[in-house]
Structures are given as structure tokens and as C-alpha cells.
């Protein structure tokens, strides 16, 4: 066949995936950032078909929209009563009436194929003008999948369910990875012949390789470089360990880019984030979502950030933060927490023990330790006392507090927005503020000191606090009579 024939992939993801024992879709649990439909469809676009299909039934909206969401411009396939992979890719080439060319059958559960895999799988059923062609695989422990039993002369004599294999057939340890290259002509021809005879009652693709076999066409069966790649989902547990697998090769693909991972065991980074040469990612530290990092930044131990933007050279220590952006040479934590829409401009500072939301922390500000601020914006080299707070909420609306150039703020102040302080104002220690404040000022909110003595003994008598207090003023009168008798 011409290397030139047309391509159509069709990506089965009808299936409810019982095993994963979830109100979710199987194919809709995420490893690194993605659903597992959402890998493999990266996968069958970067092929550049012509046509990529995916057939859906089992939740059939949620499954949609994911789809959607990857791209508009895959083409959806209902599937019917009729249940089997079969069925499923019958429906989907009645959804191309004219098209004439080599169809990509894919499992929209099997994520860690990688594109050069399908690619060689396209190429050598090409080579071989076979009309079908299965990836396969050699496994250790071959429960749950299919199993391609060879003829005498090592071709491919048909593929078994496990359900419906012989102690024989069972044994084997070839698996099919659910990966296929068919012509599409005989795979119409023939998908109209296949039965229901099996223990599942389904009309299977795989009995379409035996039928072949019968009408002497040839058929192949081309191993995949690496069988953990052509492995599928099928329970949590092979979940975790497909997300274990692509994160290591995520991990190493950025190590190979230029960026030191201390400890790729506890290190996670989704395959949507994006980091510069030189960055540092230290142990414990996950990098997920659409978050970037630019070139020199620290992150890390114990960090965690979610469609982040960190500048150049900042350093983000023991953190969790979610749509933040973090400035160049900027500082966080240890132990801060970014909420959504703050945004640390070049320079900053948020320190240990800080709460920040919807802000805006401007050139060279600090908010060094134990505060919370949200709803606000500081200017410029402004510097905020250990324990401020700006109380946005009024327990009816969410108001906002502006704090302007060169500020500095005493420790424990509490600025109640509505408010706005002006440039290079001050505030005093324990202030709390409720009104605005001139540029330049000083503001106060002193009340005198009043201490009503003797007030613990009198009104909690008996407790370790009245004894010790009681016997610290008499040692203070006996102190207070010496000194007046040698006066």
C-alpha cells in the first residue's frame, strides 16, 4: 500500500469500566493532568489523520464534552443496544460512508502509547499490505487482557478474551494491547459477519482477525517496543501505576530539557506544566495543571502548585498555591497558601504562615509572616507588621483594601475594607483601621491602659494563677517596706 493511503483513527470509549468500581467514566480518570481519553487522543492527532473518531455510550455527556474539550473538531459516534468493540467500530465507519483508506482502531483506555509506537504500527501494517495488523505485547502476568494464540508458523491465528480462553489459551503470555491497523474495505466486509457467540453475549473485534484468517487474507501482529506502554486501565490499581509510569517519563523528559530534579520518587509534574532549563525542583514538590516556571526558579521541598506562573529566580518554599502568579526574584513561604487570583509582583515577598487571595502584591512589597490578606491591593515597597489582616467580609459582601506606596504597617493591625491607605502612611502596633488614611500619616487606635489590681485573686480563687500572684504581691510589699525603712 502507498505510504500516502488515508488515515481515520477510531477511539473506543463506550465502555463503563465496571472495574474501576466509579460513578465516573474510566476513560475520564486523569493521570498527569489529563483524562486517559485526553492522552490518547493527543496521541491519535499528532499522527495527523484524516478523520479521528471517538464512539461513545457509557455516559455518554461527560464523555462528550471531554472530548469537546481536547477538540471540536473530533467527530462523535454514538454507540448502540449492541453491545462489543465490534459493534462500536462498525458504527463508526458507517459514520464515514466514502472513505477508503487504512483505519487506527485505538482504546481510549490505554494511555502511555507513545505517538512513535502507533506511528511504527501505521508504517509496518503499510509495509506488509496486510489487512490487519494487532500490537501486542509479552507480559509477565497476563490476567484481564486477551490473548493471541499463533498458529504452528508463528502468524496470527486468532485472539481469545480471557473469559472465554482455554487453560491452553490462558496460559499464553502474548497479550492484545487493543491497538489495530485494518484496511477499511475488508474491515467493513468483514465486521458484518462477526457473532455474539461468548461469554460476555458481545460482538467482539477481535473474532474480525479469525474471520480474515479464513478469507486468506494476511494478518500481523507487530510487538510494542515497551509492553508496560501498551498496557490499559482497568482498576485503580493500574491507574496508579500508568500514572507512575508517565510521570517517571515526564520527570526525565524535563531532566533531559535542563532541569534539576533532586528526587524524581517524590517529585510529580502533570504533562500540561512547562518549566524552563535550570530550574530546580526540590523533593516532595508536584508542578500540575498549566503551571510554568521560568528559568532559575526554586521550587520546592513539600511545594504544590496548580496553574501557577512562576517568574525567573524566584524561590517557593514549603507552599500551596492555585492560580497564582509569582514574579521574577520573588519569595514565598515556608508554609504559605496562594488562593486563586494573587498575583506577587518582582521582588516580593509572602512569607511563613500567609493566607493570600484575590491580591495584588506589588514591587518589592513583603508580607513577611502570620497574616491573611485578601481582597487587596498593596503598591510598592510596602512592608506589612507580623499578624495584619485585612478583613474583606462584612458577613454580607466582599470589599477590598488599598494600600499604597512605601507603607509601613505596625504589627497585629487590622484594616477593615472598605479602606484605603495612602502613600508612605504608617500604622501604629494593635491599630485597627476602619477609615482611610491620609498619605503620609500616622495611624493610631490607642485606648489607655487600665489595670485593676488584684482583679485575678478576687475573681478566680484557688487556681494556680491567684496563688502565684497572690504571693508575688507580698514579696513585692516585704520588697516595697525594705526599701522605704533603708530610705
Known amino acids: 500500500m502507498s505510504a500516502h493511503t488515508s488515515l481515520a483513527v477510531v477511539v473506543l470509549a463506550a465502555g463503563q469500566g465496571t472495574r474501576m468500581k466509579s460513578r465516573l467514566p474510566k476513560v475520564l480518570h486523569r493521570i498527569g493532568g489529563r483524562p486517559l481519553l485526553g492522552h490518547v487522543l493527543d496521541h491519535a492527532s499528532a499522527l495527523g489523520p484524516e478523520h479521528v473518531l471517538v464512539v461513545v455510550r457509557h455516559e455518554r455527556d461527560l464523555v462528550a464534552k471531554a472530548v469537546v474539550d481536547t477538540s471540536p473538531d473530533i467527530l462523535l459516534v454514538d454507540q448502540d443496544e449492541i453491545p462489543g468493540t465490534g459493534r462500536a467500530v462498525q458504527v463508526a465507519l458507517a459514520a464515514l460512508p ?7 482502531v485505538l482504546s481510549g483506555d490505554v494511555p502511555l502509547l507513545e505517538v512513535e509506537t502507533l506511528g511504527g504500527l501505521v508504517a509496518a501494517h503499510r509495509a506488509r499490505g496486510a489487512a490487519a495488523t494487532i500490537l501486542s505485547a509479552v507480559v509477565d502476568d497476563a490476567t484481564g487482557y486477551g490473548r493471541i494464540i499463533r ?5 496470527v491465528q486468532h485472539i481469545v ?11 499464553v503470555t502474548e497479550i492484545n494491547a487493543g491497538v489495530y491497523v485494518f484496511q477499511s474495505d475488508p474491515l467493513r466486509d468483514h465486521l458484518a459477519r462477526i457473532g455474539s457467540a461468548n461469554a460476555q453475549g458481545e460482538r467482539y473485534l477481535t473474532d474480525v482477525v479469525e474471520l480474515m484468517r479464513a478469507s486468506s487474507l494476511a494478518v500481523a501482529a507487530a510487538s510494542a517496543p515497551d509492553a508496560q506502554d501498551a498496557l490499559g486501565v482497568n482498576d485503580r490499581v493500574q491507574l496508579s501505576e500508568a500514572a507512575r509510569t508517565l510521570n517517571a517519563r515526564t520527570v526525565r523528559r524535563w531532566q533531559l530539557d535542563g532541569v534539576s530534579i533532586l528526587d524524581p520518587e517524590t517529585t510529580w509534574i502533570d504533562v500540561t506544566a512547562n518549566l524552563a532549563p ?17 528559568a532559575g526558579a526554586v521550587i520546592g521541598p513539600d511545594t504544590t502548585l ?3 506562573e512562576v517568574g525567573e529566580d524566584a524561590v517557593v518554599k514549603r507552599t500551596d498555591a492555585t492560580l497564582a502568579v509569582i514574579g521574577a526574584r520573588a519569595s514565598v513561604g515556608p508554609f504559605s497558601y496562594l488562593r486563586p487570583n494573587t498575583v506577587l509582583a518582582e521582588g516580593g515577598k509572602i512569607g511563613t504562615f500567609v493566607e493570600t487571595k484575590n491580591s495584588t502584591i506589588g514591587e518589592g512589597s513583603k508580607v513577611p509572616h502570620l497574616s491573611y490578606i485578601g481582597d487587596t491591593t498593596i503598591g510598592r515597597h510596602v512592608n506589612l507588621g507580623a499578624g495584619t489582616i485585612t478583613a474583606n467580609y462584612d458577613d454580607l459582601a466582599k470589599h477590598r ?6 507603607v509601613h504597617s ?3 493591625n487590622v484594616f477593615v475594607a472598605p479602606v484605603r491607605i495612602g502613600d508612605g502612611a504608617k500604622t501604629g502596633a494593635g491599630a485597627v483601621i476602619r477609615k482611610d488614611v491620609p498619605a503620609g500619616a500616622l495611624a493610631l487606635s490607642v485606648a489607655p491602659q487600665r489595670n485593676v489590681e488584684g482583679w485575678v485573686e ?11 500572684a497572690a504571693k508575688a504581691r507580698s514579696a513585692q510589699k516585704a520588697d516595697d517596706g525594705a526599701q522605704e525603712q533603708e530610705g
Do not use: M, Q, W
Not at 151 to 155: A, L, N, S, V
Not at 161 to 171: H, Q, V
Not at 278 to 294: F, H, M, Q, R
Open 98 to 104: 466514502g472513505f477508503s483508506g487504512d483505519v487506527l
Open 151 to 155: 498458529d504452528e508458523f508463528g502468524g
Open 161 to 171: 478474551e480471557e473469559k472465554d480462553a482455554t487453560p491452553e489459551e490462558a496460559a
Open 278 to 294: 535550570d530550574v530546580t525542583v526540590l523533593p516532595n514538590t508536584y508542578v500540575l495543571g498549566a503551571t510554568t516556571v521560568a
Open 306 to 308: 496548580v496553574d501557577c
Open 401 to 406: 483594601t488599598e494600600i499604597g506606596d512605601e
Open 410 to 412: 505596625g504589627s497585629h
Open 458 to 468: 478576687k475573681n478566680r480563687p484557688g487556681t494556680g494563677a491567684a496563688d502565684v
